[in-house]
């Protein structure tokens, strides 16, 4: 599933190649994703423009004309383009959106997991109501070390699912949370309420440096992920831990070993993680 380097990229690109531009005509070929594709049909999209494209979390928000918004999330495996209207349809597109500029926006997603849907926009700047429940940003000011601590002591369970949880801090998933407790020396099985201040700090700053380093890199592509002009994000040759089991760690040359946490594989190091 794309993380916050992903979304961000996507974000970026989609800014870039549709800010400006005018909605001329909607086709969905699908009845759905995770929600219900045919409200796209009957919104009055064709005639309004397209202000801008933000990211909050792992969601996007195009902006439109009058004061709405369209919502993005791209689940397990979606993928957006904006080309030409003379390349041929995909199998698993379901939504094309084009614009004035001669192109056309179109959403694939071959498990159907990703969201596309009009939204309200409070006021200018603001978020849309489906996103009222999000944690912080973290690469933004809130994200600190005691903030993830007074978190902590009022949340059950592990370390890693904790710093998974997007209503505490959003778009830190399985890829980003693993290298980030590894370069913090935390192991993922620990309790998250008797992870100390001054280990916090320590995964804060290597969070937000990893996060950092994925978007400059285009993301991190393990199956589905492309980025918008279809290539791979490239993070992936930087991974330290994520994905390395049975591999010597790159600290101290002990095997990398793995276990499930939340129904995921949570790899770690044994000698340096504590």
């Known amino acids: 599933m794309p993380e916050l380097p992903e979304a961000e990229c996507i974000g970026r690109a989609l800014d870039r190649a549709l800010s400006k531009r005018t909605i001329t005509k909607v086709e969905v070929f699908t009845p759905a994703m995770r929600t219900s594709l045919l409200p796209l049909l ?3 999209l064709p005639g309004h423009a397209i202000l801008e494209v933000r990211r909050r979390g792992r969601y996007l ?34 939504v094309f959106i084009y614009l004035s500029d001669g192109k056309v926006f179109r959403f694939e997603c071959t498990r159907r ?14 978020w849309p109501e489906q996103l009222s429940k999000l944690g912080v940003e973290p ?13 902590a002591k009022r949340r059950g369970g592990n370390v890693k699912n904790f710093v998974m949880d997007n209503t505490v801090v959003v778009g830190i998933g399985n890829i980003y949370s693993n290298e980030s407790l590894f370069e913090a020396g935390i192991r993922p099985d620990r309790p998250a309420c008797d992870v100390t201040t001054g280990e916090w700090k320590l995964f804060v700053s290597a969070a937000r440096r990893i ?8 993301g991190t592509t393990i199956s589905d992920f492309l980025n918008v002009d279809g290539t791979e994000g490239k993070y992936v040759l930087k991974l330290r831990i994520y994905g390395k089991t049975g591999e010597p760690c790159p600290v101290c040359k002990s095997t990398i070993e793995t276990m499930r946490l ?12 504590k």
């Open 61 to 94: 928000v195009a902006d439109l004309d009058d004061g709405r918004g369209l919502l993005m999330h791209f689940g397990m495996s979606g993928v957006v383009r904006v080309e030409p209207p003379d390349v041929p349809k995909r199998k698993h597109e379901h």
């Open 211 to 218: 996060l950092k380093e994925s978007i400059a890199s285009g």
């Open 262 to 273: 939340g129904g995921r594989s949570s790899f770690f190091c044994p000698r340096c993680q």
């Open 139 to 151: 690469l933004e000011k809130d994200f600190t070390a005691e903030y993830m601590a007074d978190m």
């Open 113 to 126: 997991f990703s969201l596309l849907e009009v939204c309200d926009i409070p006021a200018p700047g603001e």
């Open 42 to 44: 009957d919104a009055g």
